[in-house]
Nanobody, 123 residues
């Protein structure tokens, strides 16, 4: 069983900063792409940023230049440094990872999600 545990959410004033962390644990052979998604009230879950195992990154247009995604493979952890937060960034932020897990005599790539952490930027 694999778990993704997020931390670092909270309440900040507009213009402030937060750093989200997400650590994967469990029976893990390898981790591929990791990322962050957000979901505002009554809205669908949207991409914020992703990072491949090789370090290539992809960002939503709305966060480019303000958010930075990074990972530490030795710790199975992905980070999201959020600066210049705006009220419209307010949402629950979910961590995502593609994880290679054992299955029978072999292995299988599966998608996993964290439980979500609330980020609120007040105006």
């Amino acid at each position: 069983q694999v778990q993704l545990v997020e931390s670092g959410g909270g309440l900040v004033q507009a213009g402030g900063s937060l750093r989200l962390s997400c650590a994967a644990s469990g029976n893990i052979f390898d981790i591929g792409t990791m990322g962050w998604y957000c979901q505002g009230p009554g809205l669908q879950r949207d991409l914020v940023a992703t990072i491949t195992k090789g370090g290539s990154t992809n960002y939503a247009d709305s966060v480019k230049g303000r958010f930075t995604i990074s990972r530490d493979d030795a710790k199975n952890t992905v980070y999201l440094q959020m600066t210049g937060l705006k009220p419209e960034d307010t949402a629950v932020y979910y961590c995502y990872a593609q994880v290679l897990v054992p299955q029978g005599p072999g292995s299988l790539w599966s998608d996993y999600w964290g439980q979500g952490t609330q980020v609120t930027a007040s105006s």
